[in-house]
């Protein structure tokens, strides 16, 4: 819980505030856009909840947030904010919420299956908080882990523990040291099951690998995501730790897929048509080409 003797100036007047230990992630902004705003390099609230909605998103903000820089003046019910996690995105993939300061705030998702289509699915590693822990036990538990790279795999082996879930992530990323169970070692894309495809993209770091799932969702990891800024998608230059070249021959990779949903660990979510993201994708290539 956030320290009201670290409330940042910025803030506007009123119940919710964000302290100095936030550490500029997004998530807030994302989940809760009418009650938090970018102040340079931390987040602020700029208008205080209005209306029932409003509270419920910023709690949900509030839970999300890896560094619990949120906080409130007087007492929420705060229960509003933990059940609403997992989050419904589409169909029967959700966002787990309850991000990790050690994988700085990335975001994790869910996919729910009946175990006759192989079992629930966790996509990068959420924080290991019980009251989000007892909530995927109920929905079903986790059949398989896939971890898209070393950056964002917080808790996954408190999550392996207690639910006896097979990981899955590439061996240039360190996978072999961290115990995994299914290690992909090639370059070629690796069929998790009939609707779940791994694909190798190289770049932010060695060993990244996506998901993609029924061929609508595509789980990018720090390879791709959204840009509200530039209405497009986009790569991240400034935090490429391998190899631009790389992340670029990757991008290209990903023209041979279809994919409806692009649902990264930091970014913007989007969705459009499959054809439309492929005219994103190309932009994109070409606006990484030009900052080689
Ligand atoms: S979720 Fe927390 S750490 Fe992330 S920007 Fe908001 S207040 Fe800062």
């Known amino acids: 819980m956030a320290n009201v003797e670290k409330r940042l100036s910025g803030n506007v007047a ?23 705003t970018d102040s340079g390099d931390a987040s602020i609230v700029f208008h205080q909840p209005a209306n029932i909605a409003e509270t419920r998103r910023a709690l949900m903000a509030l839970v999300a947030c890896p560094t619990g820089s949120i906080g409130t003046l007087v ?17 029967n993939v959700y966002f787990c919420g309850f991000t990790s300061e050690s994988s700085f705030g990335a975001w994790s998702y869910l996919i729910l299956r009946p175990e006759s289509e192989g079992g629930n699915v966790l996509v990068d590693s959420p924080r290991f908080a019980s009251q989000l822990v007892k909530k995927i036990a109920a929905m079903g538990g986790v059949r398989k882990m896939f971890l898209s790279h070393q950056d964002d795999i917080a808790d996954h082996a408190r999550f392996a523990d207690k639910f006896g879930c097979e990981r ?51 789980f990018t990891g720090d390879h791709l995501a959204w840009s509200a800024e530039r209405e497009t998608l986009t790569a991240f230059r400034s935090v490429c730790w391998y190899s631009w070249d790389a992340q670029i021959q990757s991008m290209e990779k990903l023209l041979n897929y279809n994919f409806e949903w692009v649902l990264p660990g930091h970014g913007r979510i989007h969705h459009d048509t499959s054809e439309n993201m492929r005219v994103h994708l190309e932009r994109c290539i070409g606006w990484m080409k030009a900052r080689r």
């Open 168 to 218: 899955i992530m590439h061996a240039d990323d360190g996978a072999k040291r961290l115990g995994i169970e299914w290690i992909m070692e090639a370059a070629d894309e690796v069929q998790i099951d009939r609707d779940l495809v791994a694909i190798p993209t190289p770049g932010h770091t060695r060993g990244h690998a996506v998901l993609l799932y029924k061929k609508r969702f595509l």
């Open 14 to 36: 009123g119940d919710f505030f964000v302290d100095s230990t936030c550490i500029d992630c997004d998530a807030c902004r994302q989940l809760a856009p009418e009650v938090f």
């Open 75 to 91: 007492p929420q019910n705060f229960r509003a904010g933990i059940d609403a996690f997992a989050m419904p995105i589409d169909e």
